[in-house]
């Protein structure tokens, strides 16, 4: 009887843990001056990829990472880039070598790349949906 | 209680008389601590403002130098002595096949000007020599176009240009049916345009260059070529997981400077079936002469027949180059030089991929010429797929194959070639039987070894026969030498232990098809005919 009492506790934290991290959600951000409204995660993905290097009205785009390690970043490679970190890796390691391209500039948390993104209609970057404030605007959400 | 009182007095006494004084030295030294305060906070301030601008300094300066690196560790292991690549053979574990180190630095001058150096040894082929495989100055002229010159990879095929970076793909080696080629940059200048189509991504490039390369052929045989103006253009598409790739080369001149030691004397094979030949007939202590007038009787007898055939699909060869050509070997192993011009040689490669992270799926065929020479045409390709079953684990097969252009026609003219050498041969076989000194080194060899079958019949017979297979066994080599008709079936794995570190397990069977040989010097007399090649590799970038 205690055993089941200790497993179902278990459960309904692993439960809750499961349920917690997929409501965890991803937002890019750009400054509240940018005309863009909303971005799909294919042209977020051509964006942070160095496919394209403007948004899509043709404004210079200047992407801006998080540091490997941050969950925001983790999350967002998985929902957004569909890539693993390995798989980002040999992504840019094809480009860098070749003179193709370079990863974006990297902040070290969700506060600095807020404080930088508010700071530059240029930037675009992305945070947890529970950092973000009024001095960026949101362009997506994952789901 | 008394005596204790006392003791306290005594004491107390003693510290009154000594406080005063103590007090004094300590306003002086309150005063002091209060001025080496000020001074060390003038000091802190001073090397904080030193070390913000060493920082700043050091920040822009990392800012602007970048320093990338990259290196593969292999161990293959092949179950034959030959025809697997990169030296890798039968004989124990070869621990420097597939070795490789890379590291590049880039230094931004500003924000659209830089510099790009890349230095890469290569175990396998070069003796852990380094060498500056790029070097070139990049200006971003806007958001679409960029401007390059310098020495930069020919992209050839869709991944030559990082086909040294191991970690970008799944391989330990991308299909050497196609990645083969040892000579890879050209000084070049480049323009490339990127522009989005709504989500349709593109790169178009175009580039003009020069190159010029030594290429060891071992035994003491180099090769070095040149070849300018080479103009190329590449165009690459892509659409979320869909990407296609479309490029292609132009060479209008190729010259190829071959010079050779006396070592070299046994590296040809053709040589030494040139020489095998004369002294067959010497043996025989035939005179030359009407042997060589059989030849060219042959010539004649081929350009009246009209006999030239395209070995490159479009260019035409007579029988003269065949000859011209044997006459080149035969060159290279006395030793001297020789220069081969050949004319044009043109690459177009098309490629496409489907990676949606989980599921990767890749292709890619080529096809290249090259006019007026015995060195063939190719075309190959292959077809590659790869799932990635956990966060780790990516397993991959890979069936890649390469052939060269027209093998049938060119085996029709090897045949035809041989056939007709005989007959000329034969058409002189009566004067060489009446022939005096034919006759005599019969009765002579007769009477030596008592032996009644040395007639004149026969000595001239044996040698025509010998004759025969010798100049067939010529023209197999100079043609058949060249064609090639082979594949490669490979299956593997690549684990992901962390970011930037790779573990990839590979296996490849390669065969050359019967009657042709490969690349990589599977089939032909003496060498098997396929190979099966166990690889491991550990990739890094850093």
Known sequence: ?143 | MKRNFFVSFIVCLGLSLALPSYGATNEELEQDIKKLEKQLKKLKKKSDKRYKKLKSSIDELSSRLEINGFATASLAKADEAAGAPNGITDNGWSTQSDDIMGLQMSFMMNEKASYTIQMVSKHASDNHAVRTEWSYFAYQINNKLRFRAGRIRIPYYMLSESVEVGYSYNWVRPPTELYNLSSNNAEMMDLTYQHSFGLFNTTSRLWVGRQADIQNLGGGLEMIFTSDNIVGFTFDVNKGPYSGHFGALYVPKVSNTFSGSEEGQQVTALGGAAENLLQTARAAALDVDPMLAAFSGVIAAGEAADISYSLAGAGETTTDDIFASVDGVARITEGREIQHINSETYYVNIGGAYDNGTLQIMGEFTRFDIENTLLQGLEGGYLAAAYRVSDKWTPFITYSTTRTHNNRRERAVTNSLTEQLTAAYAAQYGALVADPTVQGIAAGMAAATSDPIWTPEYLVGATAGTIAAVTSGIFESVVSGFQIKSNTKTIGVRYDLMPGVAFKAQLDASEAEDGFVSAGGLGGPGNPDKVKVLSFAIDTVF
Not at chain 1, 38 to 65: H, R, W
Not at chain 1, 109 to 130: A, F, H, R, T
Request: hydrophobic share 40%.
């Open chain 1, 1 to 143: 009887m205690r055993i089941l009492t200790k497993l179902s506790s278990i459960l309904c934290f692993l439960t809750l843990l499961a349920v917690s991290s997929a409501q965890a959600q991803i937002v890019i951000i750009v400054h509240p001056d940018n005309p863009i409204e909303s971005l799909s995660d294919e042209q977020a993905s051509n964006l942070f990829l160095g496919k394209t290097k403007t948004f899509p009205n043709g404004q210079t785009a200047v992407p801006i990472d998080q540091e490997p390690g941050n969950d925001a970043r983790t999350m967002f490679a998985e929902k957004v880039l569909k890539r693993n970190e390995s798989q980002i890796k040999a992504y840019w390691s094809r480009l860098i070598f070749t003179g193709k391209g370079k990863p974006p500039k990297m902040v070290e948390d969700g506060e600095e790349m807020i404080g930088l993104i508010s700071m530059n209609p240029s930037l675009i970057g992305y945070v947890e949906k529970d950092e973000v404030d009024d001095s960026v605007k949101v362009v997506y959400t994952s789901p």
